[in-house]
């Protein structure tokens, strides 16, 4: 982990934004010099404004990128443009390390990534109908520590994306389907700094300001 240090009274373009919605931390993540690389940050905002307090650069964002802002869509192995607020963390302890609403994973617990399935996009428990869907404690430890972010919840579009987290890395394979992955001990130390009300925001500098 890199505590940074620098800031800016409103933040790189999204510091107003944020401020409205009152979230106190910015966890931003922006495109690396290659695919799938990216480069995340987490701000804080105080009586000075917008400062930087932690950094990973081992960080990887979808195999294919970042999609246009909108433009995000089931499949296509992008990782969405946009701010989101960080709705829980989860992972396969009974107890989290972090002050974010924690949720652990169960051999029972199901992700929905089935467009028309009317549970399309939420955390569901098995037996379920859907056609496809995302097991939410497998077999490696890339759900070991994560968070779940409000990307398509309000409402649910079907067909623009599903299952957005930020997880542990797969050091063998390259970027992720959609998410934004930190190496496991980077994942550890950023639940620890999150605060509640945090919000994501992805690729900012492809949204308007």
Known sequence: MSPAGGGAPEGPGWGPRLRAAAAPQALVAEPGAFLPAAHASLWADGPSG????WTCGEAVAGRAGFAAP??????DG???????????????APAG????????????????DDPESPDYNLWVT????????ERMRRDDALYE???????????VVP??????????????SGGTAGCLALPREEMVALLRLLRPGAF????????AV
């Open 70 to 75: 909108g433009a995000k869509r089931e499949g």
């Open 78 to 92: 992008k990782s969405p443009s946009g701010s989101f607020r960080i709705s829980l963390a989860f992972g396969y």
């Open 200 to 207: 994501a925001v992805f690729n900012p500098r492809s949204l």
């Open 126 to 133: 098995a037996p379920h109908p859907a056609r496809s869907v």
């Open 159 to 172: 067909g623009a994306g599903s299952a957005i987290f930020v997880h542990v890395r797969d050091d063998r």
């Open 50 to 53: 917008w400062a930087r307090i």
């Open 145 to 155: 520590f994560g968070l779940a972010l409000d990307y398509n919840r309000h409402p």
């Open 97 to 112: 390390d972090t002050a974010l609403p924690y949720r652990c994973c169960t051999a029972a617990d199901l992700w929905v």
